[in-house]
């Protein structure tokens, strides 16, 4: 069983800064692609960064987060972080962490990220 578990997430003004994490468990970590999505309320769920297997090499970002969102892994500690500076009103939305590996594509609960003007 694969298990993925968000947290970082919190309210903060614009401008500020968030850390998000996601610990995975139940796969062999560094052979998985991992990547951050976000959905706010009515609208559907969006990719937001995602970083390639092993030491991470290759990264994408939506363009809406480029240059203020970067995508990190710790393959001994199986963690994906997504480090969120310059944030706007608009970057507010629950935050979910997906693993891909294969046939897998498995998500987390979420984390709640919320920016005030």
Known sequence: QVQLVESGGGLVQSGGSLRL????SGVI????DMAWYRQAPGN??????R?????????????????????????????????MNSLKPEDTAVY?????????DSWGQGTQVTVSS
Do not use: H, P
């Open 51 to 83: 970083i390639s297997s092993g030491t991470g090499r290759r990264t994408n970002y939506a363009d809406s987060v480029k240059g203020r969102f970067t995508i990190s892994r710790d393959n001994a500690k199986k963690m994906t972080y997504l480090q």
């Open 96 to 104: 979910y962490c997906n693993l891909k590996w294969g046939s897998a």
């Open 21 to 24: 994490s996601c610990a995975v």
């Open 29 to 32: 970590f560094n052979a998985a």
């Open 44 to 49: 559907e769920r969006e990719f937001v960064a």
